[in-house]
């Protein structure tokens, strides 16, 4: 529906009674659709726009265009668009990830309120349970299970709500008597990673626990957990969580806190988005910056499966003596065609240390016995930690063009290294009036527009890395890799971390797997772009489903040495067997009571999210 079709609904339906409906005494709920006689009528729907000030918006389907006329320059340019994860997220009727075979495929609501504040989302909370409609919640819509998009809802889109504030001395409130005051930063619920980067880190000179992709919403990153590349080091994104205003399904604007509705504050911190209720402001811990960020980019190549299994078990004995610890994170690759392929960032190390720490397993490598090669150049380097997340700095100062040979940084480097990283690290958004800080790395562009194959995760336990597990564990490692590329997450298991991330981090309701793992093992594949019932970009239904099998098989070859590991609720798989146990673990009991206090009628339901038992997939129908 366009704008101007809207506002004629809006202004010639009859008014329609907007009964409140008592869910509590039905077994069976089923939610309103359009087509149905209960949808709110278009007076209901004016009055609920006054309400937020004007806010509510129709919502059209970018991607129409490229089914409707697909060879017009406007869908030649909405494909183009789509590798702008900006673009993305900028469209109420867009999502990051455009949906998952036989899975989910993105649609938008009905209607958006653009909110502005919690009094904006509370008139829509109110509005969608009294008129029983089917409620999401978007912030920066990166959800891989779908769970931030659904046709025939109301959506409440919190994209423009990212205002910043930083305190040198936050107490939450109720807190006065058992907290010292620390320093803090209060975000809006729509705030992404690079906004909070800019303004706490390039800007602030502290640093706070966001996602690795900068364009991550930090509500759903905290909602899941939520991992950095460096948060061996601080622990988990929920873990610093010290406050959070939230509207529940009562419509109420709560504080929660660690004093004050303690039970909800922990189900937010991990618990899942989107299913207690949707949080307008988070408030949260700021930490220090170390100096430099490291990092660690090569790829060896074994001569043989024998030549590889020992590359994978020497990689294996080598991470628990050198790289086990808060410094390093990020990924190390096992892969299908024998190659072992390290991008690790390291907290709190310069070039030189960085090198350092590697150089055993390099002389290893040398060895002619090992069979196995350096393809190209093995890189090591650090940046400024202040200048990490700022895009300036990397346009300045880090192509070899604009980069003075005889400088401090250039000196700490290999000059394979400089021609290396010389290539541009950081994509920026082309649209005519972008803020220059609308940046993400190269890497996650390949992710933009995804339509998902397969995606799964399991812990690894820290155990395999005793030294009479680690045949095992590297055993383990080969034969999955027979069938898929195996991603070492190593940022995302605390393992190894500081104990005082781990006790923040024990204070969550992320499946306490997570704190004695040692890396999180993330195996995944799909198409980009590509829609359903697009010519020319329909997804391969086929090679998809064949993925999906392999990706199962590779990690069964895991999950035999890690039975119980558990997957991440936020990077795992739409049909996970199990996911209370799976995402939660033991907490799960407890998310689940949470729930129903605070949202008995399953108002906010989401996809394997606590309290979707017994609801349809598409979240409409609970029988
Ligand atoms: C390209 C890409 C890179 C990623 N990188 C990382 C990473 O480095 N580390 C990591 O840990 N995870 C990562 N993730 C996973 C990501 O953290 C989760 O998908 C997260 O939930 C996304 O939050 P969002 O706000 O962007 O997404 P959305 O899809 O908007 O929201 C995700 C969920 O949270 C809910 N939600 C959103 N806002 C609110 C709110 N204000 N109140 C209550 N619920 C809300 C939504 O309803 C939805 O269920 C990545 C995902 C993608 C697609």
């Not at 697909?70 to 990830?97: H, M, V």
């Not at 303690?262 to 988070?282: E, H, Q």
């Not at 045949?471 to 605390?494: E, W, Y």
Request: proline residues 6%; charged residues 20%; hydrophobic residues 40%.
């Amino acid at each position: 529906m366009n704008r101007r079709t809207f506002l004629k609904v809006v202004g010639s339906a009859a008014l329609l009674p907007v009964l409140p409906h008592n869910l509590l005494a039905d077994t069976t709920i089923r939610r309103v659709r359009p087509t149905d006689p209960g949808w709110p009528s278009a007076d209901a729907w004016k009055r609920l726009n006054e309400a937020v000030g004007g806010n509510l918006v129709p919502i059209e389907f970018p991607l129409s265009i490229a089914k409707n006329d697909p060879d017009s320059a406007a869908a030649k340019q909405l494909w183009k668009d789509l590798k702008n994860p900006y673009f993305i997220g900028d469209n109420p009727g867009l999502t990051e990830s455009l949906g998952w075979v036989d899975a989910w495929a993105t649609q938008p609501s009905v209607y958006a309120v653009a909110a502005r504040n919690a009094q904006d989302i509370a008139a829509a909370v109110n509005f969608a349970r009294s008129n029983n409609l089917r409620l999401v919640v978007k912030g920066g819509g990166h959800s891989y299970q779908g769970t931030s998009n659904a046709p025939d809802s109301l959506l409440i889109w919190t994209r423009h709500m990212h205002d910043i504030e930083m305190h040198d001395a936050f107490v939450p409130q109720g807190c006065e008597h058992t907290m010292q005051p620390q320093p803090a930063v209060t975000f809006g619920a729509g705030t992404i990673g690079m906004q909070a980067y800019t303004a706490v880190t390039t800007k602030g000179g502290k640093y706070v626990q966001g996602g690795g992709c900068t364009t991550v919403g930090l509500a759903g990153l905290i909602s899941g957990g939520g991992f950095g590349s460096f948060s061996k080091h601080y622990g988990t994104a929920a873990a610093s969580l010290l406050e959070a205003e939230v509207v529940t399904a009562d419509g109420q604007v709560r504080i929660a806190n660690a004093c004050t509705n303690p039970d909800l504050f922990w189900a937010l911190k991990g618990g899942g988005g989107g299913s207690f209720g949707v949080m307008s402001k988070l408030t949260v811990r700021l930490h220090d910056l170390p100096e430099f960020f490291g990092n660690a980019m090569f790829s060896v190549k074994a001569s043989s499966d024998d030549a590889y299994k020992r590359l994978v078990r020497e990689f294996v004995s080598f991470y628990r003596e050198h790289l086990f610890n808060d410094h390093w994170g990020e990924q190390a690759h096992i892969r299908p065609d024998n190659v072992l392929e390290i991008q690790m960032l390291a907290h709190g190390l310069d070039a030189e240390q960085t090198k350092k720490v590697w150089q055993p397993f390099l002389d290893w490598v040398a060895q002619p016995s090992s069979e196995c090669s350096v393809k190209g150049v093995a890189a090591f380097g650090a940046v400024p930690a202040r200048h990490y997340w700022d895009p300036q700095w990397w346009t300045e100062h880090w192509p070899e063009a604009a980069f003075p040979r005889n400088s401090t940084w250039h000196n700490l480097l290999d000059d394979a290294l400089v021609h290396l990283i010389s290539q541009p690290t950081l994509e920026f958004d082309p649209r005519s009036g972008a803020s220059p800080y609308n940046a993400w790395w190269k890497g996650t562009t390949g992710e933009a527009a995804m339509f998902w194959w397969g995606y799964e995760s399991l812990w690894l336990p820290d155990s395999l890395l005793e030294p009479d597990a680690q045949q095992r564990l590297a055993d383990a490692l080969f034969a999955a890799s027979r069938h898929f590329d195996v991603g070492l997450h190593c940022n995302k298991g605390l393992g190894g971390a500081p104990a005082e991330a781990i006790a923040a981090s024990k204070d969550t309701a992320t499946n306490p797997s997570v704190l004695n793992a040692f890396a999180l093992a993330i195996v995944a594949d799909g198409q980009q772009p590509v829609y359903p019932g697009i010519p020319g970009h329909e997804p391969s239904v086929a090679d998809g489903k064949q993925a999906a099998e392999r990706i199962d098989r590779c990690v069964d070859e895991l999950r035999k040495v890690a039975p119980n590991g558990g997957a991440y609720v936020s990077e795992s798989n739409y049909f996970e067997k199990g996911f209370q146990q799976a995402y939660w673990g033991d907490n799960y009991a407890r998310l689940l009571a949470i729930k129903r206090k605070y949202d008995q009628d399953g108002l906010f339901i989401v996809h394997n999210g606590v309290g979707s038992e017994g609801w349809s997939r598409d979240g409409f129908t609970k029988a």
